[in-house]
């Protein structure tokens, strides 16, 4: 998979990430959102300054590409902010072109049922992402999810990058049944969500220099259990 | 006892209207596993979908036990199911003896009490989706038309994988993939949440959320979905978790 032989030596931070998505895809641009249930941003990254207006414009309209990609768990585009069809988000339309983007595509940052967020892909040339683009967004948004779960547990730059090879390397530790269902039990043991959760037990297994899939097993086991 | 000729024509008719409508695919392929443990005299069932970047993943199973899903999942290093999705051929192995080509995988089998495994290619056009994989306890040869049922209920498997609306853009194999992963996942993290809530084992509280799921005509992954985002009624969670002695048959 291209996509993933791409990804090696990528700097494992937000802007990184965003850098590496839009080298990778062929676009000009690249944001990535960190939402809260409700959709109200709690970290944001681009891979250039200058995309910054029209990703706050969204959130001050509250819709847009990531929100929708966000809250309806799918990925969106609009494929010409100059064409003559109806626009998916004509609030937004005036400021992209000035900012130089004719089409933008976004796509939902989620393990299962947890969302963290979203990644949104600009390009001066109209046309949404298509065919193997497209696969290949997806294929790269699982990844850039499971880095930024990494990053949320707070793992020095060494182990983002063994996150990240985990990602890659069938199977992901992180993609274990246990931690899944692990996950589901921390989140109610701290009152957190489920995304959050797995961060939590991402940074034990930092702490105790153990497998993610070690601390689920221990937890489903009832031997571990969080406290807030 | 219904002939098998009528269970299976029950199977697929079954099937054929269920993916005519609005329908949970891992409620389907859940089924489907049961099917194949009653058609093929099998002691467990189970489905494996690979995702975009190769790695197999347990989509559904006849039963939740927790040692029969590690079964699958070690299958991402060795195993019938690996070797059926990287083949694209089905894999009929009658015995799990000293001559298993798998030596992690055949051991840890037959301690779980199983003396057969078969894995049969999920296959569209030229690529591989996953396997259905068979459990055998009593060694029992496949004959002929054992191998081609099973080979059906892939086919069945397969179809019920590209016919899942769940996603907007449905005509493109790697988003429905990806939606189908989700929902599994979105299931273990719900069984994860019930287990706590309910103080019980994940696979009783598999059977909690698929009996609550059909008791009001849901879908499992939208059950699943509300779980985990805690969006579930005050009286829905209240009954969701007071299923205890309710649910002996929620496997059927």
């Known amino acids: ?95 992209a072109l000035d900012s130089g983007v004719r089409s933008v595509s976004a796509l939902p940052l989620q393990i299962g049922a947890a969302r963290l967020g979203a990644l949104t892909l600009y390009d001066g040339r109209p046309g949404a992402l298509e065919g193997e683009r497209l696969e290949d967004a997806h294929v790269l948004a699982g990844i850039v999810t499971r880095a930024l779960v990494a990053m949320q547990a707070g793992g020095a730059g060494y182990v983002l990058v063994a996150e990240l090879s985990d990602a890659v390397l069938p199977p992901g530790e992180i993609d274990h049944a246990e931690v899944h269902q692990a996950s589901g039990m921390v989140s109610v043991q701290l009152g957190i969500d489920v995304g959050d959760a797995l961060a939590r037990l991402r940074a034990r297994a930092f702490a105790d220099g153990t497998t993610v899939r070690q601390v689920a097993v221990e ?5 571990l259990r969080f406290y807030p | 006892m219904a002939s098998r000729e009528t269970l299976l024509a029950s199977t697929f008719l079954t099937l054929a209207d269920t993916l005519v409508d609005d329908f949970d695919v891992v409620e389907v392929l859940s089924t489907l596993c049961g099917r194949c443990v009653e058609l093929l005299g099998a002691s467990a069932s189970g489905i494996l979908l690979a995702d975009p970047r190769g790695s197999l993943h347990v989509m559904a199973t006849s039963s939740e036990q927790a040692n029969l899903l590690e079964l699958f999942q070690i299958q991402n290093e060795e195993g019938p199911c690996l070797d059926a999705f990287r083949s694209g051929r ?14 992690h995988f055949a051991p840890a089998a037959r301690h779980a009490g199983f003396n057969a495994v078969h894995a049969f290619p999920m296959v569209v056009r030229s690529s591989v989706l996953g396997t259905l994989n068979l459990f055998m306890g009593p060694p029992r040869p496949l004959v002929r038309s054992d191998v081609d049922v099973a080979q059906a209920l892939a086919h069945g498997a397969t179809l019920t994988v590209l016919q899942n609306r769940a996603t907007e853009d449905s005509h493109r194999l790697t988003a429905q993939l990806q939606g189908a992963l989700d929902s599994r996942i979105a299931i273990e993290q719900a069984k994860g949440v019930i287990s706590e809530l309910g103080q019980v084992g994940t696979d009783e509280a598999f059977a909690w959320l698929r009996s609550f799921a059909r008791n009001h005509s849901r879908k499992l992954t939208d059950v699943a979905t509300a779980v985990v985002d805690r969006t579930l009624g005050d009286s829905e969670r209240v009954e969701l978790l007071h299923q205890s002695g309710r649910t002996g048959h929620a496997g059927s």
Not at chain 1, 219 to 223: I, Q, S, T
């Open chain 1, 1 to 95: 998979m291209t996509v993933i032989a791409g990804l090696e030596g990528t700097e494992l931070t937000g802007a990184g990430l965003c850098a590496a998505s839009a080298g990778l895809l062929s676009v000009d641009g690249a944001a990535i959102a960190l939402l809260t249930g409700d959709g109200v941003p709690v970290a944001t990254y681009r891979s250039d300054p200058s995309l910054q207006p029209i990703e706050d414009l969204q959130f001050v309209l509250g819709v847009g590409p990531a929100l929708d990609a966000y809250r309806l768990r799918l990925a969106v585009a609009e494929p010409d902010f100059a064409g003559s069809a109806p626009l998916r988000w004509p609030g937004l339309a005036r400021l």
């Open chain 2, 90 to 103: 089905a894999i009929v192995h009658d015995d799990l003896g000293a001559e298993s080509p798998w030596p």
């Open chain 1, 219 to 223: 937890v489903l086991a009832r031997r």
